[in-house]
């Protein structure tokens, strides 16, 4: 069974950090692309980073770029989002997804960035 779990959502003030988790299983982690997405109320999801299956390529939204680093460990079938810097913009539900011959996504974690 596919799973793809995420977790370290929380509720930060501006200018904070949070390091999200994905953890993968059911599927060979190491030959899938890594992709965290976000979706903000009323508005629709959308990308927020790339790694590629080794990991020596990252690509990241204009958004983001700079303050955020994702980074995986293939040892233990798992992904972080490092968000640095944080804007109540960057306030959504953050997603995880999988994607190679076919993609897997998570159930999301809230981040929520307000004083």
């Known amino acids: 069974q596919v799973q793809l779990v995420e977790s370290g959502g929380d509720l930060v003030q501006p200018g904070g950090s949070l390091r999200l988790s994905c953890v993968a299983s059911?599927?060979?982690?190491?030959?899938?692309?890594m992709r965290w997405y976000r979706q903000a109320p009323g508005k629709e999801r959308e990308w927020v980073a790339n790694?590629?299956?080794?990991?020596?390529?990252?690509t990241y939204a204009d958004s983001v770029k700079g303050r955020f680093t994702i980074s995986r460990d293939n040892a233990k079938n798992t992904v972080h989002l490092q968000m640095n810097s944080l804007k109540p913009d960057d306030t959504a539900v953050y997603y995880c997804?999988?994607?190679?011959?076919?993609?897997?996504w998570g159930q999301g974690t809230q981040v929520t960035v307000s004083s």
């Open positions: 997804n999988a994607v190679w011959r076919t993609q897997y």
């Open positions: 059911g599927f060979t982690f190491s030959t899938y692309a």
């Open positions: 790694i590629g299956a080794t990991g020596t390529y990252t």
